[in-house]
């Protein structure tokens, strides 16, 4: 599987956009760029993913660069609930009963 | 909203002991998986099922490891000889199957914290 970078820690203040990167330069073109969350002491939870268009959900929004190499998964006005390890990650668009592999994330530190 | 669970929520057993730990996936879902995530480290795929059988397993899955779909709601992890090592929190996932879409998420449970003594 690519591989995806993500920072180790991101510090961002209640009720402002928060804007988490991830790198994926070796992303092949059938690879969709999804992201998780997992919240203390909770498993993992979908937020989003994309191909190569811009995404938005009701918890998120994806942005995609024109070259695919990198994404950015923004939170448009954080609070204290979204404090969690956010993982980026590619996953091939072959279906079936593929797994994720998840990196190390990005623990998002939310200030009060 | 559907979700899936897993009992028991704490498990303590003593080494050697064989374990199994419980997942009821979301109804409508076709493939499942497990995946553990020992303390302080990342979340680790161990296997998935599909059709009643093994699609994909990790190193981690070795013959201590079982998986089994006992009836038409149930999926289970069974640890045979449990080690210290096994110590972890084990994630069930589902996921649904429709046609065209690819990529359909996983949902996750909140885990089974499994303690060897």
């Known amino acids: 599987d690519a591989k995806t970078t993500q920072p180790n820690s991101m510090e961002s203040n209640e009720e402002e956009p928060v804007h988490l990167p991830c790198n994926h330069s070796?992303?092949?073109?059938?690879?969709?760029i999804h992201w998780y969350r997992q919240l203390p002491s909770q498993g993992p939870e979908y937020v989003i993913h994309?191909?190569?268009s811009n995404v938005n959900n009701r918890m998120a929004s994806l942005a995609i660069a024109e070259d695919r190499k990198s994404s950015t998964l923004i939170l448009h006005r954080a609070t204290l609930r979204d404090a969690a390890v956010y993982y980026c990650i590619l996953r091939r668009g072959r279906g079936g009963a593929d797994g994720l592999t998840f990196g190390k994330g990005t623990h998002l530190i939310i200030q009060p | 909203e559907p979700e899936v669970t897993q009992t028991p929520s704490h498990q303590v057993t003593q080494m050697g002991q064989e374990v199994i730990l419980r997942c009821v996936p979301i109804?409508?879902?076709?493939?499942f998986y497990w995946y553990r995530q020992i303390l302080g480290q990342k979340v680790e795929f161990l296997v998935s099922?599909?059709?009643?059988?093994?699609?994909?397993k990790s190193e981690i899955f070795d013959d201590q490891f079982s998986v089994e779909r006992p009836d038409g709601s149930n999926f289970t992890l069974k640890i045979r000889s449990t080690k210290l090592e096994d110590s972890a929190m084990y994630f069930c996932?589902?996921?649904?199957?429709?046609?065209?879409?690819?990529?359909?998420?996983?949902?996750f449970g909140n885990g089974t914290r499994l303690t060897v003594t």
């Open positions: 099922f599909y059709n009643n059988e093994i699609s994909e």
């Open positions: 070796t992303i092949s073109g059938t690879d969709y």
């Open positions: 996932a589902s996921k649904p199957w429709a046609p065209g879409q690819l990529n359909s998420p996983l949902h």
């Open positions: 109804s409508n879902h076709l493939y």
């Open positions: 994309g191909l190569t």
